[in-house]
Structure formats: structure tokens, C-alpha cells
């Protein structure tokens, strides 16, 4: 039995072209199975964050006024962006990345200061 190399190369590379040209298909006619809806829990637990420090007071209210700066400046990103890639995208987006960041922090060091407070009484 002899093995004939460059026809299971040609027939190797006819199937990657060909799982490759499906995936794209499948990609193109769906999207992102999860770019649309996936987001929406995040946004959801956001406002969550927003009524539970601002209404109830049940957290400090920087969280509240952080994480509702994070969902303006993602409707400013959006808006900057539908206008311009130039300067004003980047401004607004660094702005973003600072706004999540901080409220990251915020979260974190709630988290930890009730953490502590449960453990040391």
C-alpha cells in the first residue's frame, strides 16, 4: 500500500478551506451568538448597582453615580462613535476605561471592608 502525500495535503487543505468557508457562513448569517444579548445582564446588574446604592443606600453611593457614569459614557461612546474615529473616540473611551475602573475598585474595596468587618465582627 503506497501513500500518495500531496493528494492528502490537497485533500487536508480542501477541508480546512471548506470548514473554514462554513464557520464564515455561520459567523456572517448569525453574528456573535452572544455579542447582542450578553451584554444586557451586565447592563442589568449596572442599574442593579445604581438602585441598590442610590434608592435602598444598601452601598455607598459613589458606586450608584460610578456605575451610572459607565452607562452614559457607553451611550457617549456610542453616539462619539457613530460621528468620528478620530480624538474625541479615544477621549470618550478613556474615559470609559476609567469610569469601570474606578467603580471596580469601589466595588472592591466594599467587598473587602464588609468582608473584614464579617470576619472580625
Excluded: C, E, H
Aim: net charge positive; glycine share 10%.
Amino acid at each position: 500500500m503506497t501513500v500518495d502525500a500531496p493528494r492528502l495535503r490537497q485533500a487536508a487543505r480542501w477541508n480546512y478551506a471548506k470548514l473554514i468557508s462554513w464557520t464564515w457562513r455561520i459567523i456572517a448569517a448569525d453574528g456573535n451568538p452572544s455579542g447582542g444579548v450578553g451584554i444586557i445582564p451586565f447592563f442589568a446588574w449596572l442599574i442593579a448597582l445604581a438602585i441598590l446604592a442610590l434608592g435602598r443606600g444598601i452601598l455607598p453611593p459613589s458606586i450608584g453615580w460610578l456605575s451610572l457614569g459607565f452607562l452614559g459614557l457607553t451611550v457617549a461612546v456610542l453616539a462619539v462613535s457613530a460621528l468620528t474615529y478620530g480624538p474625541p473616540l479615544w477621549v470618550a473611551t478613556v474615559a470609559l476605561v476609567v469610569v469601570i475602573g474606578a467603580l471596580f475598585v469601589a466595588l472592591a474595596t466594599t467587598m473587602a471592608s464588609t468582608a473584614d468587618r464579617l470576619v472580625t465582627g
